[in-house]
DNA sequence: CCGCTCTTTTGAACATGTTCAAGTCAGATG
DNA sequence: CATCTGACTTGAACATGTTCAAAAGAGCGG
């Protein structure tokens, strides 16, 4: 992979490899925004990028690993997307709900294409799934997003409902994209209206946990997602 | 499509059309459960059956709508398979995790296959997403079960509440299922031990929103719930 | 029985993701 | 420089879902 020459030079970023790498993904990129993913061919994206189709699938072993560097991007975009919100607002709900809807701002240019991102993710042999171990980088990225959401704001919560949140706080986030990638309103309004009316919602029950007789329930929700955790 | 002939007998059913129709789809469900979805071919299913690959497409548009078929004899399996749990035993949490656990056992063959069959699921724009317009019959039926759980038990709830549970209920499966398909513990053991911790906690749940702190974000959670639905 | 129309059936052709044996090239080694 | 090695590149071949123009069959009116 990374290219050492006895010149002492280690440059595996301009190495000839890597600007073929990157070439083919640049190019696969805009050809998925330009005509959506099931359009793009193998061969076009080899064509445009002027090189053999045999050489897309050296550095890509499938047209889905090219989706994936693409989900790779929009995730590093929300992440970087999000940053003011983190910075700025210091109450729980405002914070969840600007990262929240950030994703949908950020992803906005792919709705159309969502949704054969979303089936191949689907596959649980996907290395796309986000479930997978593959995923797992961009999974825990994320994840981590929802931790600074808690940690910077001024939600007072029992330490280890606190330590399990960010993980739900990421399962909210997937069941958004459920719906995101369902949702046909125009500017996806409808799903602009879930987060709303959710994200308040979800302040309201995590108060609740406070009440003595909802906290053992809540212990025991916590050691149930924490069961199925692989 | 329908026969009508002028000597006056109307026979979709045993109609020469009618009988390549059954032909196609049996041959391709037993291919499908013998070697998985993915390695059956449609020319493997025309030739075992005897046509030409052209009059499979003739009866089904794509091997999805095969995969299709085969989803909705799996749904009838489990209505047939639910009866006896709904009519001798009494008590929700029995009830419910009956049903649940019989879900698995029905679809236990399909295990390995279900994969595929998730991941055209996922896509929104499958006739077979749970969320689309064409399963909506499948839906209704299936949510029409959990209704059946929760009127023939001895849960009290309040009228809003009860009448939203069957399809919170579905929900609930759906999370059932998306667990399963990325189960890979032995006999899908950990499947079986998230029934059994999440059912109880369910009813925990429920019985949680008599008291009246609870009560006002449950009302929420509902009116959420209903303004998702589309 | 003949022709007409509609349904059914055929199989070759097509599109596209993927593989692979063989070729090319750049740098290292002697 | 000649050779070697491993990375890189090629394009034809393959597998398989899908389409389609044409053929075959079936019932019907004459």
Chains 1, 2 share one sequence.
Not at 18 to 47: C, D, V
């Amino acid at each position: 992979m990374e290219v050492i020459t006895l010149t002492g030079v280690t440059d595996s970023a301009t190495a000839k490899g890597e600007q073929t790498r990157e070439l083919i993904l640049s190019t696969a990129l805009r050809l998925f925004r330009e005509q959506g993913y099931g359009k793009t061919t193998m061969r076009a994206i080899a064509n445009e990028a002027g090189v053999s189709v045999g050489n897309a699938y050296y550095y890509y072993g499938s047209k889905d690993h090219l989706m994936q560097a693409y989900y790779d991007l929009l995730q590093d975009q929300h992440r970087e997307a999000v940053e003011p919100i983190l910075a700025t607002e210091k109450a729980f709900v405002p914070r969840l709900a600007g990262v929240l809807r950030t994703w949908l701002d950020v992803s906005a240019p792919y709705h159309e294409f969502a949704g054969t991102l979303f089936k191949t993710a689907a596959d649980p042999r996907s290395p796309l799934s986000p479930f997978s171990e593959e995923s797992r980088p961009a999974r825990d990225a994320s994840v981590e997003i929802f931790r600074r959401v808690i940690d910077g704001s001024d939600l007072k919560l029992a330490a280890d409902l606190k330590a399990e949140l960010p993980e739900l706080l990421w399962l909210l986030q997937m069941g958004v994209v459920l719906f995101w990638v369902h949702d046909q309103s125009e500017d996806v309004r409808r799903s602009r209206a879930l987060i709303d009316r959710a994200v308040p919602l979800v302040d309201r029950l995590l108060r609740l946990t406070r009440i003595p007789g909802v906290r053992g329930v809540t212990n025991d929700i916590v050691g149930l997602i924490n069961s199925i955790k692989p």
